[in-house]
Antibody
Framework: QVTLRESGPALVKPTQTLTLTCTFS??????????VSWIRQPPGKALEWLAL???????YYSTSLKTRLTISKDTSKNQVVLTMTNMDPVDTATYYC????????????WGQGTMVTVSS | SYELTQPPSVSVSPGQTARITCSGD??????AYWYQQKPGQAPVLVIY???ERPSGIPERFSGSSSGTTVTLTISGVQAEDEADYYC?????????FGGGTKLTVL
């Protein structure tokens, strides 16, 4: 059974750096074709794709947020970490991680999400 | 930046057919995917590669593609299908979501 779970702070201050961890089970990021992605959703708004890392450690970022995002993986711990710098109140959202399998290329399994509020 | 356009809302009565469209210039060249999201829950994949249905998704969910528009069709809509639906595709810059469509079952 594939599961993903997001963890991180519920509240960050403006200008701070957000660090989120996605801990997963049921697959390995060392397996060819496996990827993990981050997506966010501000309250009452649409989904927004943020970043993706694949089994080969290739990384892809949203064009609009590229300068603020870093995605990395720790294969031994089955974790993917997303950092977002210079947080602003408009970054308040639920942040999800999801699995992507090359060949299908869909976000086929999602975590439950973690709500992050940016406020002083 | 690349955009996918969905109608904000669609309403149908139980048992009727709901059609939710998604338009984008790259859709003739890129696959589309559909996700269902109920309040307070994470999205669930209901259609991938335009028209494929993941295991466990009811047969009443189907997808189709024509030119720059893809369509999610829900036949024999049930009350439990009331949710937000998002299309998703990709371009050279990465992955993109539509603005979402709220399906109301009257």
């Amino acid at each position: 059974q594939v599961t993903l779970r997001e963890s991180g702070p519920a509240l960050v201050k403006p200008t701070q750096t957000l660090t989120l961890t996605c801990t997963f089970s049921g697959f390995s990021l060392s397996t060819s074709g496996m990827c993990v992605s981050w997506i966010r959703q501000p309250p009452g708004k649409a989904l927004e794709w943020l970043a993706l890392i694949d089994w080969d450690d290739d990384k892809y970022y949203s064009t609009s947020l590229k300068t603020r995002l870093t995605i990395s993986k720790d294969t031994s711990k089955n974790q993917v970490v997303l950092t977002m710098t210079n947080m602003d109140p408009v970054d308040t959202a639920t942040y999800y991680c999801a699995r992507v399998v090359r060949g299908v290329d869909a976000f086929d399994i999602w975590g439950q999400g973690t709500m992050v509020t940016v406020s002083s | 930046s690349y955009e996918l356009t969905q109608p904000p809302s669609v309403s149908v009565s139980p048992g009727q057919t709901a059609r939710i469209t998604c338009s984008g210039d790259a859709l003739p060249k890129q696959y589309a995917y559909w996700y269902q999201q109920k309040p307070g829950q994470a999205p669930v994949l209901v259609i991938y590669k335009d028209s494929e249905r993941p295991s466990g998704i009811p047969e009443r969910f189907s997808g189709s593609s024509s030119g720059t528009t893809v369509t999610l069709t829900i036949s024999g809509v049930q009350a439990e299908d009331e949710a937000d639906y998002y299309c998703q595709s990709a371009d050279s810059s990465g992955k993109v979501f539509g603005g979402g469509t709220k399906l109301t079952v009257l």
